[in-house]
């Protein structure tokens, strides 16, 4: 069965320093992994997805995620956070049928000044 | 423009009233989706239509029932509100019914049932 965990629901940096939001995936099929991120009350937007081909994937805002197959893994990261990038980011990969998304609990990322 | 349109964005009422969520997308999709938002954030389809026909019903009351006049509408109406009902409902829209297809959020609408 299709699953996402993100690891850490809650991430702290300061602003400036490296952001890194982990999530991790099982799939019983070639996966396609999405990043989406959520402002406050507002509605999902897409930051970045793997589909196939190269495995380092640049998105919106300066992030970028590594698809790792070895380690089942789809990392969020960007070098240099801003007071701006604070929100809820989720991964997700489609369900086994590839009909709708199956969302991991989202983290919560802070950025302080 | 707005691509993916909920309306409305707020809903306050009372247990046990009857009440529609209405969502539009101008993309030209083919594919809708209602997806739900508790309170803990965590997001899990309701439904998915696609060219106005049900693909996607997963395990929800049967208090809520999707309709779908057009391939750009997609309503969602729910009989006998319960406290538990009291979340965030997403609508969202894709080219077509595949996993790789980037999936196209509304704003949301924020039920809060008393």
């Known amino acids: 069965a299709q699953s996402v965990t993100q690891l850490g629901s809650h991430v702290s940096v300061s602003e400036g320093a490296l952001v890194l939001l982990r999530c991790n995936y099982s799939s019983s099929v070639p996966p396609y992994l999405f990043w989406y991120v959520q402002y406050p009350n507002q509605g999902l937007q897409l930051l970045l997805k793997y589909t196939t081909g190269a495995t380092l994937v640049k998105g919106i805002n300066g992030f970028e995620a590594e698809f790792k197959k070895s380690e089942t893994s789809f990392h969020l990261t960007k070098p240099s956070a801003h007071m701006s990038d604070a929100a809820e980011y989720f991964c997700a990969v489609p369900n086994q049928a590839g009909t709708a998304l199956i969302f991991g609990k989202g983290t919560t990322l802070s950025v302080s000044s | 423009d707005t691509a993916v349109s909920q309306t409305p964005k707020y809903l306050v009422t009372q247990m046990g009233n009857d009440k529609s969520i209405k969502c539009e997308q101008n993309?030209?999709?083919?594919?809708m989706y209602w997806y739900k938002q508790d309170s803990k954030k965590f997001l899990k389809i309701m439904f998915s239509?696609?060219?106005?026909?049900?693909?996607i019903n997963e395990t929800v009351p049967n208090r809520f029932s999707p309709k779908s006049p057009d391939k750009a509408h997609l309503n969602l109406h729910i009989n006998s509100l319960e406290l538990g009902d009291s979340a965030v409902y997403f609508c969202?829209?894709?080219?077509?019914?595949?996993?790789?297809?980037?999936?196209?959020f509304g704003p949301g609408t924020r039920l809060l049932v008393l």
């Open positions: 239509y696609n060219n106005k026909e049900l693909i």
């Open positions: 969202a829209s894709s080219q077509a019914p595949t996993g790789q297809e980037t999936q196209y």
């Open positions: 993309l030209g999709h083919d594919t």
